[in-house]
């Protein structure tokens, strides 16, 4: 059973495009991020989301939008495409916003913006 | 602020011998400390983690970690390495005193040959 699932994995699109990765987790988690990894492999948090509410929001274009239907559900909307939006994406999900608990991540989405 | 540093980019090591992937933090609070692996074009997958009491912790897949809180360290470890542990390696911080995020260091490639 896949804990953290997302969809796309692969994502082309041009430039101005708007797109939306969808991610699931199974584990019965309350809390779910979002995570850009650009080409160097830097991994960095976008956003956070604790029982459907937005608790972290890092410094991130306002053309990008999460939304968590529900518990199990975080999805990244992004509007107006730029090349510089190229990355991979990853979600991830824990057990509370607590330092301790450890994170559980989804396979990734690669977007690439032509 | 809280921040880790990888001060290798790789490590290569030869099937059968002692690894270790290293890792330093900062943090103003209490440091809770984590080390997962990203195998190629996966997720990355949580290894093991400290949050306090014995300064060895052990995790999965016979990896290791040695917290020294005089050096600001925690180290990874594993006795015997081998040809499938070839991953990228990624030690990641969270400051206890503060709702602070997962700070992730830049990761450390470790290469093992047979």
């Known amino acids: 059973d896949t804990a953290v699932s997302q969809t796309p994995k692969y994502l082309v699109t041009q430039m101005g495009n708007d797109k939306s990765i969808k991610c699931e987790q199974n584990l019965g988690h309350d809390t779910m991020y979002w995570y850009k990894q650009d080409s160097k492999k830097f991994l960095k948090i976008m956003f956070s989301y604790n029982n459907k509410e937005l608790i972290i929001n890092e410094t991130v274009p306002n053309r990008f939008s999460p939304k968590s239907p529900d518990k199990a559900h975080l999805n990244l909307h992004i509007n107006s495409l730029e090349l510089g939006d190229s990355a991979v994406y990853f979600c991830?999900?824990?057990?509370?916003?607590?330092?301790?608990?450890?994170?559980?991540f989804g396979p990734g989405t690669r977007l690439t913006v032509t | 602020a809280q921040s880790v540093a990888q001060p290798e980019d790789q490590v290569n090591v030869a099937e059968g011998n002692p690894l270790t992937v290293k890792c330093t933090y900062s943090?103003?609070?209490?440091?809770?400390l984590f080390w997962y692996v990203q195998y190629p074009n996966r997720g990355l997958q949580f290894l093991l983690k400290?949050?306090?009491?014995?300064?060895l912790v052990k995790g999965s897949y016979g990896f290791e970690a040695e917290f020294n809180k005089s050096q600001t360290s925690f180290h990874l470890k594993k006795p015997s390495a081998l040809v499938s542990d070839s991953a990228l390696y990624f030690c990641a911080v969270r400051d206890g005193g503060s709702q602070g995020n997962l700070i992730f260091g830049k990761g450390t490639k470790l290469s093992v040959k047979p």
């Open positions: 943090v103003s609070g209490n440091p809770y």
């Open positions: 400290y949050i306090t009491g014995d300064n």
């Open positions: 991830a999900s824990s057990q509370g916003n607590g330092p301790r608990g450890e994170q559980y």
